[in-house]
């Protein structure tokens, strides 16, 4: 599922916001000012209606369905009109006086300027749309129509119907973009388009069949659907030979080295500071944690061994680490225990009184479907703001194509008490309850066009919050294997800097993952694959938990016994997903 994921740069952070707030118009009235707000509430709200004109696979995901019938084909000739719509818009921006605007008013004008300013970025400098084939797959759009029931199937269908005229277009043009790209990114797309045809099924073709369409329609649909078809099949071949001559005569690097990345950076995690600051604050944090770890190894190692503890600090904490990883699920019931421990989360957190829960909002643990695979083991798909009582999925990927080692190291990394806090992060109160949240802000902008740093950090966020106050009953077996996820957050920030502007090597890599980290061989080779498929992305998880953390910690020290858990969550999570600097100066005033 596309998200966006909003940051600015740096210099338009410090030089925007932190000043704006802090000066007064000293010829402004009350009465300009609300007329100024009432300007850009009104440019807003036409703003998001053009950008799903401009954007309408996007506007399908966020549950706006005016446009569901409309695949946009990637050709040059739509790319000029969407860096038209962005310059547009930016000029249309640059008209609104900012000392005029209130606190929410200003960030949602920072929101959409950074949208429209990466948007060009991405196509004039980063250009993957030459070097990236897996950014094309026409599945998604399709399986959202096809798996939620937000209109009548025949509905639903006649979208499919229309959709489907593009598709042998939409792929003819992808196979024009693309120009010396990556070997790993071209084996992502070939995986995943040939996991299309889990959505472009006989199934399918079948619901059209025994559905209301017409006669004429039905026909229609069987043509179209043979053409998306043909088209999806005759572009693996064309990724296939791709692939044997990228293996033969090698391609384009997966890195993109410093300057690309650290404007990356500055728009995705917006964090007010640079990519390599953050490198560093994350290798200082290693240490911290890894000496955390120790102490609990410490206590913990007469339970466990009759042997003398290992001088050598780490080499201690792994071998108890290995010693509680043979404490995990059987593989075919991995997908049935994080469906189990969902009703337990929630459970804790009401008894608790932490946050509010809607029970009205559905969270749905599924396996993952076949055309998301090969990036993420785990992942929220989420409903957009016009659809807010639509199912939050949990896409959980079953061990079912793994060899029986991959499949044992791969469970004794989400062991027994692992998997607890990848069901925190992902779920309750993690990201599922924070995106149940954004949809509710009052502010569109906010809902829409989320913070990735925000969003996962607060879903880091909560597993520390859970186990203070008391999940688990401070069993050290359990701080100490959230010591080891954390630790892996950390690592993760240090491996994207490394791999895509250092030059890490695999084997540095896979090293410090398993030797520093201590994660399992099949975790860390994962974690490999999906480092040279993003940037930055990364990075948003340590970035955004600092940042969030940290804030807590400082209102709880300004407002001792005042200080109310609950009401901070809520308070925070009630501006929607944007960037965490943003929230804590709302709060703050």
Not at 136 to 159: C, H, K, M, W
Request: glycine share 6%.
């Amino acid at each position: 599922m596309k998200k966006a994921t909003l940051s600015l740069a740096i210099a338009l952070s410090f030089a925007g916001l932190g000043g704006c707030q802090t000066q007064e118009n000293p010829t402004a009235t009350p009465e300009t000012q609300a007329s100024q707000q009432q300007n850009f509430a009104t440019f807003s709200s036409q703003f998001i209606d053009d950008l799903w004109k401009e954007s309408p696979t996007w506007a399908l995901y966020s549950g706006f369905h005016q446009y569901d019938g409309v695949l946009k084909v990637p050709n040059a000739k739509n790319r000029a009109l969407s860096l038209a719509f962005n310059k547009q818009e930016l000029s249309k921006l640059a008209s609104f006086d900012l000392d005029k605007l209130s606190a929410n008013e200003l960030i949602d004008y920072r929101l959409i300027e950074n949208l429209l300013r990466r948007d060009i970025w991405e196509i004039e400098q980063f250009k993957s749309w030459q070097w990236d084939p897996s950014a094309y797959n026409v599945a998604g759009g399709f399986a959202q129509l096809i798996n939620e029931d937000f209109a009548p199937l025949d509905t639903r269908l006649r979208s499919v119907l229309a959709r489907m005229e593009n598709v042998p277009a939409y792929y003819q043009a992808a196979q024009d973009n693309i120009e010396s790209p990556t070997l790993e990114h071209t084996q992502l797309a070939i995986m995943q388009n040939k996991g299309a045809f889990s959505v472009f099924s006989d199934e399918l073709l079948n619901q059209a069949k025994e559905s209301g369409l017409t006669a004429d329609e039905k026909a229609l649909f069987e043509t179209r659907f043979n053409a998306s078809t043909n088209a999806i099949n005759e572009h693996i071949e064309w990724l296939d030979g791709l692939e044997t001559q990228l293996t033969r005569d090698g391609g384009r690097s997966f890195r993109i080295g410093e300057t690309l990345y650290e404007e990356k950076f500055a728009f995705d995690i917006q964090a007010g500071m640079s990519g390599k600051a953050l490198f560093d604050k994350a290798s200082a944090d290693k240490v911290r944690v890894q000496d955390e770890m120790a102490k609990i190894t410490s206590k913990l190692w007469s339970r466990y061994f009759d042997t003398d503890m290992p001088a050598d600090k780490n080499t201690a904490t792994k071998q108890l680490i290995d010693k509680l990883s043979s404490k995990h699920v059987k593989r075919d019931a991995f997908v049935d225990e994080v469906r189990a421990q969902i009703p337990e989360l929630i459970a804790f957190v009401q008894q608790k009184n932490l946050i509010t829960l809607d029970p009205n909002k559905p969270l749905v643990v599924r396996e993952t479907p076949a055309y998301m695979r090969g990036f993420a083991g785990a992942s929220i798909s989420a409903p957009g703001p016009y659809e807010k009582s639509s199912n939050t999925y949990y896409n959980v990927t079953p061990l079912d194509g793994m060899s029986d080692e991959s499949a044992e190291s791969y469970l004794r990394e989400y062991n027994h008490w692992i998997l607890q806090v990848l069901n925190i992060h992902e779920a309750i109160p993690g990201h599922y309850t924070q995106l149940v949240y954004s949809n509710e802000s009052p502010s569109m902008i906010k809902s829409l066009f989320g913070n990735g740093a925000m969003v996962e950090g607060w879903a880091v966020y909560t597993e520390r919050m859970m186990l203070e106050e008391g999940y688990g009953d401070f069993e050290p077996e359990l701080w100490l294997m959230y010591y080891k996820w954390n630790l892996r957050v950390i690592a993760n920030t240090i491996l994207d800097y490394g791999i895509q502007v250092q030059g890490m090597t695999e084997q540095e890599a896979l090293n410090l993952m398993t030797q520093e980290a201590f994660q399992q061989t099949a975790e860390a080779e994962g974690k490999w694959r999906r480092a040279t498929l993003s940037q930055v992305q990364l990075t948003s998880y340590y970035s955004g938990y600092r940042e969030i953390y940290d804030f807590r910690e400082e209102l709880k020290m300004s407002q001792g016994e005042q200080f109310d858990l609950k009401g901070f969550h809520e308070q925070f999570l009630s501006y929607g997903s944007a960037p965490v600097k943003y929230i804590r100066k709302l709060m703050m005033n």
